[in-house]
C-alpha cells in the first residue's frame, strides 16, 4: 500500500508517515521544499525499512497538480491514502490589513487542497479504491474574529470534503475529515492556550486509527468534539458579543 503525505514537513504528516510506514506501507513525501522531503522520505525509508520517496510541490501550483500525483504513482505506485496536511495560519490582523496575505491563506487551505483532492479523488474513483484524509480544523466550525480567514478557509474544506465523501461513497473510496484542535508544531509556537496542547505523534496515532477504522469525520483529541459542541450552540445574537 502507498501512502503520499502532502505537506510532509509539517509535524503531523510526518508522524503519520511513520505511523503508516511501521506498518510496512510504502511512503511518498510531498513538499514545497523538495529537499526536504527527501529528507522526510529517507528517514521514514531508514526507520521502517520500506520504499520512501520525495518530491516537490506546492499547493499553490494548480496546473501542476494533475502531473504531480502522475509522477507520485510513477514512483510509489497507485495512491491508496492520500493525507491532506499542508495548510498556513498567517497573523488574522496582518490579514485584516494586508488581504494578499488573506486571499494565500484561502488559496492554500480551501482552493489548492481541493485542486489536489480532485486530481487525487478521480484516479481513485476509477480504481475503486482509496482514502483521502484531509486535515480541517475545529477553527472551520464556527467564525471567530480572531481567525476568521483561516477559519473559514478550513470550514470550506471540511463543507467540500463532506461533498466529495458523498461523490466517492459508491466507489469505495472513504474521505476522512480530521479536525485537530491544538496541536504542538510550528503553527502554534508561543500560543497560550488553557486547553491541553497534544503532540503530533498522538494527533498520528488517532488519525490512522481512524482511517483504518473507515471513519468519515473525526475531532481530534476527542474532547474538543465537547468543546466545539458548546461553542456552536451559543446563539448568534450572544456570540457576536463575546471576543473570541
Ligand atoms: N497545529 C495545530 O494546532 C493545528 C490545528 C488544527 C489544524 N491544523 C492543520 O494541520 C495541518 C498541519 O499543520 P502543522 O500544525 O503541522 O503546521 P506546520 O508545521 O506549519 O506545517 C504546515 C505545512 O504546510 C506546508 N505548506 C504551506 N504552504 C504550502 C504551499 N503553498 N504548498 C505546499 N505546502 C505548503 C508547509 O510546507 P513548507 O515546509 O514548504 O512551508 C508545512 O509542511 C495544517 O493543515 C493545519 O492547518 C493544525
New binding site residues.
Partial sequence: MSVLLL???????EAIGHRYASQGHAIYAA???AD?AEAVASDIALRHDVEAAGGH????EFDRHDDFVDEVESAVGPVDVAVV?????PDQKESQENFKLARRTIE??YT?AASLCEALARRMIDRETGAIVG?S???GDRGRQSNYFYGSA?GAFRLYLQGLRNRCFEHDVQVLCVK????D????FGMETAIPIVS?EDVADSVVRAQQKGKDTMYVPWFWAWIMLIIKSIPEPIFKRLSL
Fill in positions: 505537506g510532509a514537513t509539517s509535524p503531523i504528516a513538499s514545497r521544499d526536504e510541490f506546492d499547493a499553490l496536511a499542508f495548510g498556513v495560519m492554500v487551505n489548492g486535515i480544523s475545529v477553527a478550513k485537530p484542535g491544538f496541536v508544531t510550528p503553527m502554534t503530533p
